[in-house]
């Protein structure tokens, strides 16, 4: 995900397979098993974030040239994925206790992906499918917030969202953006789930009613929030807030959202079928419409 910066992408086992371009709000999905690089090619410096899937990245595979060029700087590898710098004073590892470099023949039988394919995977801002019905409090005053997926199934309550990136990566992102002064109401989902502000202020509200904690996030911050914790999302500047959201798992993410929330959804014809979808209440099964119902009467 690429925040500031004009940068280069280039792949293959010489870095010479194919390069793409990427820019402020552009976000690229490089598959695994592919060597890469990148640079900052543009005039000022530059910031990506970068997400490896899941808990386990299952560590890095370094191309032979670099190994060799880093040992020419006193740089070396251990199989643990050590790094002994002994220009500094460190001590030279074994032989035997070296990452050994993958083998020229294994190097170039890596698959090969056209600049065609990995354009496909890149999802540049004027390539984004903004949703404005993309969750159930959207229908609400107050609300007014949209959705745009990019890698796999997130949060996104919209049934006519497809991503750009479907195969699985241990977590998916979106791009939620909300104006000024609206807010998304408060959800809570199973898995943990990462914010980045590319555009505007964060205010996040954690926690139940009367045990709130607030938490502004400004532009280029990241907050982490743990899964099964309430959370609202307000815009609190004075323009648009763009937020990059990256929520663990490669499943569909089905959100909780609290009671009133749903009912006041309710009173505005709207409720979640079992997919996760944002409906017509009136079409949805009776023991929804009767939860619905429940939570307009509590209240």
């Known amino acids: 995900m690429i925040f500031k910066g004009r940068w280069l992408f280039r792949w293959g086992a010489n870095g010479d397979e194919g390069t793409i371009i990427g820019e402020p709000g552009d976000v690229l999905s490089i598959p695994t098993w592919i060597f890469r690089g990148f640079s900052n090619v543009g005039d000022d410096d530059g910031w990506i974030f970068s997400a490896l899937g899941g808990d386990e990245t299952g560590g890095l595979i370094w191309h032979p040239s670099i190994l ?63 949703s404005s019905r993309a969750l159930l409090d959207s229908v609400l005053p107050g609300h007014r917030s949209e959705m745009a997926p ?19 990566h241990g977590f998916t992102i979106e791009w939620l953006r909300i104006a000024p002064g609206e807010q998304v109401g408060r959800y809570t989902l199973d898995a943990k789930q990462v914010l980045i502000v590319f555009e505007g202020i964060a205010e996040i509200v954690l926690n139940e009613a009367g045990e709130e904690v607030s938490v502004r996030v400004q532009r280029q911050d990241l907050f982490s929030a743990p899964a099964n914790v309430w959370r609202s999302i307000r815009s609190a500047g004075d323009a648009p807030l763009l937020i990059a959201v990256m929520t663990a798992g490669d499943q569909k993410k089905h959100i909780t959202w609290a009671a009133e929330v749903v009912a006041a959804a309710a009173k505005a014809g709207f409720g979640v079928d079992h997919n996760g979808y944002v409906a017509p209440l009136r079409l949805l099964p009776f023991e929804t419409r009767q939860t619905a119902e429940a939570f307009i009467a509590a209240e």
């Open 68 to 130: 060799e060029q880093a040992a020419q700087h006193g740089l070396y590898l251990t199989k643990e994925s050590v790094l002994v710098d002994t220009a500094s004073g460190a001590s030279m590892p074994s032989p035997g206790a070296l990452m050994e470099p993958i083998d020229t023949t294994t190097a170039e039988s890596l698959r090969r992906y056209s600049p065609g394919e990995m354009r496909k995977r890149m999802v540049k801002v004027d390539d984004r499918k903004w």
């Open 150 to 168: 990019v890698v796999g199934f997130g949060m996104t309550q919209d049934r006519d969202h497809e991503p750009a990136a479907t195969n699985p």
